[in-house]
């Protein structure tokens, strides 16, 4: 079975100041991992995925199968990167199925 | 051009009521999917189609009924609706794997 853990429910950092969102996933093939963000009252939006090993509005994500995991990383924390943050997984026997994590909101104070 | 759209945006209603939300995406996508996200925003699938073919269904009441009439459209019909239904639920299409693109959302509420 495939899982997703987002560990904290709740981060809060100040401006400036580095940000790290866990994210840790059980699978037993190869899978595709995402983060995903959603700002207050919005759609999700494609934030980042595994394979294309991009930064996005500062962020970046490695995939370390070893200890399966993909935290989000971002150094130099913004109060607009206030939001709800999903790691996703996809993959396996289920085809179309995605696995989401709880969320982690991420508020960044002035 | 959006790229996933939901109709209605915002849905009120009475308990005991049947209720439908639409939804279309226009990416050429060959899945689509609907997912509840509740009041702690916890995000869950509901179903999932590929092909106008259900795939998934996880453990949803069966008063929640999805219909494909062709793969760029995937409808929600919910019968006899209950106060627990209330949350946003999000429309979501992606190719068979990979990132998922996802609707505004309909905020249900139910009195």
């Known amino acids: 079975a495939q899982r997703v853990t987002q560990p904290e429910k709740l981060l809060s950092v100040f401006k400036g100041a580095p940000v790290e969102l866990k994210c840790n996933y059980s699978?037993?093939?190869?899978?595709?991992l995402f983060w995903y963000v959603q700002y207050s009252r919005q759609r999700l939006q494609l934030l980042l995925r595994?394979?294309s090993r991009e930064s996005i509005k500062g962020f970046t994500a490695d995939l370390n199968k070893g200890e399966t995991s993909f935290h989000l990383k971002k150094p130099f924390a913004q109060e607009e990167d206030s939001a709800m943050y999903y790691c996703?997984?996809?993959?396996?026997?289920?085809?179309?199925?995605?696995?989401f994590g709880d969320g982690t909101t991420l508020t960044v104070k002035p | 051009d959006t790229a996933v759209s939901q109709t209605p945006k915002y849905l009120v209603t009475q308990m005991g009521n049947d209720k439908s939300i639409k939804c279309e995406q226009n990416?050429?996508?060959?899945?689509m999917y609907w997912y509840k996200q509740d009041s702690k925003k916890f995000l869950k699938i509901m179903f999932s189609?590929?092909?106008?073919?259900?795939?998934i269904n996880e453990t949803v009441p069966n008063r929640f009924s999805p219909k494909s009439p062709d793969k760029a459209h995937l409808n929600l019909h919910i019968n006899s609706l209950e106060l627990g239904d209330s949350a946003v639920y999000f429309c979501?299409?992606?190719?068979?794997?990979?990132?998922?693109?996802f609707g505004p959302g309909t905020r249900l509420l139910v009195l």
């Open positions: 979501a299409s992606s190719q068979v794997t990979g990132a998922q693109y």
């Open positions: 699978y037993s093939g190869s899978p595709e």
């Open positions: 595994h394979i």
């Open positions: 996703a997984l996809s993959g396996g026997t289920n085809a179309g199925k995605s696995t």
């Open positions: 990416l050429g996508h060959d899945t």
């Open positions: 189609y590929n092909n106008k073919e259900l795939i």
